[in-house]
């Protein structure tokens, strides 16, 4: 069923993968807020590339604009000025139709909160995106046992969120963020409601996301250790790219 539509799209993320085009790429992206008759800057003149399989970090302050850069490229707010490109298509003006599109097919996000869905077992939960995408059968089934597997959760499949340590629970929610074969996966503070082990553990597991599956990593974090683990670190302060360290 996913046949040839799904080799279409694998054999064009394998040239993209070959070719020099950013998987994301923003220029001047800036975003104001207007409270009563004050104006607030949280992002200002942002200009970055994120290539195929990198694994990206943003540290800094509350209120330096990390989760601001993030939700403008995931579509969840509208930037005030500059642009956003994914997979070198412009998506700054966008509808919210064509974003929720993008979503379905390019983009995973993971949030503090893991928004799991406590009627639905594990592997429901996982399945959603697809079966949002229209998906069926025995491929969601396959892609479920997969992505489980990958981030080891594939003996809690008939649990439910409320039967899972929120390490756990963090770990569903990377499986159902990635479970479509995103490029882009968002994470959002993903270890901000773990303790330092479990989130140890789940920032090892998005290290090792892109080399198992191609995709590229945007993590928000307040952790050093978190931000150490990706393959280069942007410091941001004041709304703005300050500094950017490679490891």
């Known amino acids: ?52 399989g990198e694994f990206c970090a943003f540290v800094g302050p509350s209120g330096c604009g990390k989760s601001t850069l993030l939700n403008l490229i995931g579509g969840l707010d509208q930037p005030t000025s500059g642009t956003i490109t994914i997979e070198g298509r412009p998506v700054t003006d966008a509808s ?6 993008l979503r379905r097919e ?5 949030f503090q909160a893991f928004h799991l869905i406590p009627g639905l077992t594990v592997a429901e939960n996982v399945a959603l995106p697809m079966l949002l995408k229209g998906d069926q059968g025995r491929a969601v ?3 479920i046992d997969e992505v489980l597997h990958a981030v080891g959760m594939e003996a809690r499949r008939s649990h439910r969120p409320s039967e899972l340590s929120g390490g756990e629970q963090q770990r569903v929610a990377i499986a159902r963020a990635i479970v479509h074969r995103p490029r882009l996966i ?6 901000g409601n773990l303790d330092s082990k479990q989130g140890a553990d789940i920032v090892s597991l998005f290290r ?22 990706a393959d280069y670190v942007w410091h941001m302060r004041d709304g703005r790219l300050v ?3 490679t490891h």
């Open 106 to 110: 390019l983009i995973g996000i993971v």
């Open 186 to 191: 968002l994470a959002d503070e993903p270890t």
């Open 141 to 143: 089934a396959d892609r």
């Open 1 to 52: 069923m996913l046949g040839s539509s799904h080799d279409h799209s694998q054999s064009r993320r394998a040239a993209l993968c070959d070719s020099a085009i950013p998987l994301v790429s923003v220029h001047k992206l800036s975003k104001e807020y207007r409270r009563g008759g004050t104006v607030l800057c949280a992002l200002q003149d942002v200009t970055l590339e994120v290539k195929a």
């Open 243 to 245: 500094n950017r360290i």
């Open 208 to 229: 090792t996301l892109p080399q198992r599956f191609g995709h590229s990593v945007l993590l928000v974090t307040h952790s050093d250790s978190a931000a150490e683990a």
């Open 96 to 101: 919210a139709t064509e974003w929720t599109r």
